[in-house]
């Protein structure tokens, strides 16, 4: 007996450090055998993403964002619709909206060549969007791995529990406290909102009608969107540095300049105005706590060890 667990015991140590999957754990070093250029082969496609199209980095983040409110980051979001699959990419918050599919179908490509049928959607856009944030000047964080793809998807959870632009502050903080988050952990994610743009269907309300908006600054924003039509013209999320992040999104709040409702919800005289005071003039209180909250939402109910797949083509389920 003895000679036998002489035997088990290193196996067993083996698996504790090679398989944390297997655990239900999601780790750094997941790929460090099977796939070792995995960080370097995302960073270098997203590198030239960005350098094409500034506002890429702004659109992964916000990809991300939408799959892990939805049942956790699992990649449901990338999965298209068929005829007999109905996925996220046409609920209410996504459709016309969410972009950067194409990226995610290059990344893909260029680890499947690496690295065949091993690493997930779900962790190369985990990736993806962590580095979309430093090369627009962000915090970098470690990304934990092993992640594996959803075979399912949920219009109606995509309906319900993502944020929308229209949203006041208590419901804001009910859907974030709901996935496990605090309500100043809802803030500093906002703070994403430093990067990116907005459709005017989802601010015209809010530069036409809402009188916590500045005079002047709403007037602007209605020259780019009409009363009537337009509802796909852009305007800046951040009105002072809007291809970079840092913390200026807060000052616009703090001037009555958000972009959104929602936005500005988190300066109207409720709970979040410290916060946004504090992350105002303290930009490195700001980016550590969004990195902190980038990796709690990162780690939104994975799935793990033998649960899901890894998807050969992020936009459908293996056959």
């Not at 990304?143 to 399912?152: E, H, I």
Request: with cysteine.
């Amino acid at each position: 007996m003895a000679c036998f667990l002489d035997r088990l015991f290193p196996v067993f140590l083996f698996c504790l450090l090679a398989c944390p999957a297997a655990h239900g754990q999601l780790s750094p070093t997941f790929y460090a055998g099977s796939c070792p250029d995995l960080e370097s082969i995302v960073r270098s496609a997203m590198t030239q993403a960005v350098a094409q199209e500034n506002r890429m980095g702004a659109s992964i983040l916000r990809l991300f964002f939408h799959d892990c409110f939805v049942n956790g980051c699992d990649a449901s979001v990338l999965l298209d619709d068929t005829a007999t699959f109905t996925g996220e990419k046409n609920a209410i918050p996504n459709n016309g909206s969410l972009r950067g599919y194409e990226v995610m179908d290059d990344i893909k490509t260029s680890v499947e060549a690496a690295c065949a049928a091993t690493v997930s959607c779900a962790d190369i856009l985990a990736l993806a969007a962590r580095d979309g944030v430093v090369l627009l000047g962000g915090p970098s964080w470690t990304v934990q791995l092993g992640r594996r793809d959803a075979t399912t998807a949920s219009q109606s959870a995509a309906n319900t529990d993502i944020p929308a632009p229209f949203h006041d502050l208590s419901k804001l903080i009910s859907l974030f406290v709901s996935k496990g988050f605090s309500a100043q952990d809802m803030t500093a994610l906002s703070g994403a909102h430093t990067i990116g743009q907005a459709r005017c269907l989802n601010f015209r309300p809010h530069v036409y009608n809402d009188t916590n908006a500045d005079g002047s600054f709403a007037a602007l924003r209605r020259q780019g969107c009409p009363a009537v039509g337009g509802d796909d013209n852009l305007a800046p999320l951040d009105l002072q540095s809007p291809q970079a992040f840092d913390n200026l999104y807060y000052q616009n709040l703090m001037l009555s300049k958000g972009l959104l409702q929602s936005d500005q919800e988190l300066f109207n005289g409720g709970s979040q105005d410290s916060v946004v005071m504090t992350y105002s003039t303290n930009a490195a209180a700001f980016k550590s706590d969004f990195v902190a909250a980038m990796v709690k939402m990162g780690n939104m109910s994975p799935l793990t060890g033998t649960s899901g797949e890894i998807r050969l083509n992020c936009r459908s389920v293996n056959f």
